[in-house]
């Protein structure tokens, strides 16, 4: 059965830094990849999604995110993070049935 | 473009009540997703229309809740009779199509049940 893992509950990185987010699946097949932003009282806001091809995907307010399949992990990564960052970030494998993980809460310092 | 409009986005049941909330997809949008994201987990999809019919709702609680989609546009999800573990975030997406079309989330309904 497909699942998500997200290890870190609460990140907490000072504005400027940089930012990675930790994310590992199980899924039976070639997996379908996304990393979602959940801003407080907000839906869910797509940053990337991967498919297939180069395993380096970029998204959406500068962040990107890796997939290595040897490891079944897809981090979410920022060279600098900025205090609107700020949220919850969820990744999630899978397509019609998608799997979500429990989440990383990232708060960032001025 | 509009996006996925929910209503209401706030409500406050006693349990056994009943209660509902309705979903406006984006428009031209075949795939309806209800998801239910319990405070401090993951969204969890409850149902998943592909126009108005069901594609699975293997995760949906039969006994309590139900879900229509009956012209293939808007939605509603209903529980009945409410409990206190269904206090959650009724999130409602829409996406062209299924499989690796990009889901669009509405900002959500947060029930909760006293």
């Known amino acids: 059965a497909q699942s998500v893992t997200q290890p870190d509950i609460h990140i907490t990185v000072s504005e400027g830094a940089s930012l990675e987010l930790r994310c590992n699946y199980s899924?039976?097949?070639?997996?379908?990849l996304f990393w979602y932003v959940q801003s407080p009282g907000q839906g869910l806001q797509l940053l990337l999604k991967y498919f297939s091809g180069d395993t380096l995907v970029q998204g959406i307010k500068g962040f990107e995110a890796e997939f290595k399949r040897s490891q079944s992990s897809f981090n979410l990564r920022k060279p600098s993070v900025h205090w609107s960052d700020a949220a919850e970030y969820f990744c999630?494998?899978?397509?019609?049935?998608?799997?979500f993980g429990a989440g990383t809460r990232l708060t960032v310092k001025p | 473009e509009a996006g996925v409009a929910q209503s209401p986005r706030y409500k406050i049941i006693e349990k056994r009540q009943s209660v509902a909330f309705w979903c406006n997809p984006i428009?031209?949008?075949?795939?309806l997703y209800w998801y239910q994201q319990i405070l401090g987990q993951g969204p969890k999809l409850l149902i998943q229309f592909q126009n108005n019919g069901v594609v699975d709702d293997s995760q949906l609680p039969k006994d309590r809740f139900s879900a229509e989609r009956l012209k293939g546009v808007d939605s509603t999800l209903k529980i009945q009779p409410a409990k206190l573990e269904d206090s959650a975030v009724y999130l409602c997406?829409?996406?062209?199509?299924?499989?690796?079309?990009?889901?669009?989330f509405g900002p959500g309904t947060r029930l909760t049940v006293t």
């Open positions: 428009s031209g949008h075949a795939t």
């Open positions: 999630a494998v899978g397509t019609n049935d998608m799997r």
């Open positions: 899924y039976g097949a070639t997996p379908y």
């Open positions: 997406a829409s996406s062209l199509g299924s499989g690796r079309y990009e889901q669009y």
